[in-house]
């Protein structure tokens, strides 16, 4: 009872039309645009965590620049023949952002979390530094919508494979 007859049957996966694709990259490229323009306007209004900005500022150029990495020609594996040069080198700048952007998320993700829930009043005379309420939630929510992101991919993910296990068990021609 293998499930290679259905791998078989998955050729290549589905290609978006062009509007669509486009349509999709520039929605994803609004995070990041206001990223960089939130912890452009709030550089300085965050002394209790200064780092909060700055990580705003480089997670919205760097998730851009990968954005628009993707949108060359050299980052498309060709799907005949010899891969090209160029490609590898695409392939290796898209890995270091990757990985660059991880270990920053991480980074973010102590700064963020282990000043919550921040003083927001900028007027105060306590000793306890305050953090911009708009940059700070904005960081916040967004870390969090990550998470919430990726959990939402490992459930559907789980339920895909198993709905394809049992596809895959109840098809007579997998016997074979």
Excluded at 115 to 129: A, L, R, V, W
């Amino acid at each position: 009872m293998s499930n290679t007859g259905l791998i078989r049957r998955i050729h290549s996966p589905p290609q978006l039309p062009a509007p669509v694709l486009a349509c999709t990259k520039l929605l994803f490229c609004a995070m990041p645009i206001a990223q960089i323009a939130l912890g452009a306007v709030y550089l300085h209004d965050c002394p209790r965590q200064h780092y909060i900005p700055i990580y705003s500022i480089v997670a919205g150029v760097f998730s851009l620049v990968l954005g628009l990495l993707s949108c060359l020609p050299c980052a498309h594996e060709p799907t005949e023949g010899p891969s090209n040069p160029l490609s590898r080198v695409c392939v290796a700048w898209n890995s270091l952002i990757s990985f660059f952007l991880f270990c920053w998320f991480i980074a973010g993700n102590v700064w963020i979390y282990s000043i919550y829930k921040p003083n927001y009043n900028k007027n105060t005379t306590s000793s306890d530094p305050y953090c911009n309420k708009t940059l700070y939630l904005f960081s916040f929510w967004t870390t969090t919508l990550v998470y919430i992101a990726l959990g939402l991919f490992l459930v559907i993910g789980c339920c895909v494979l198993f709905c394809f296990c049992l596809c895959g068990r109840a098809d007579p021609d997998d016997d074979v």
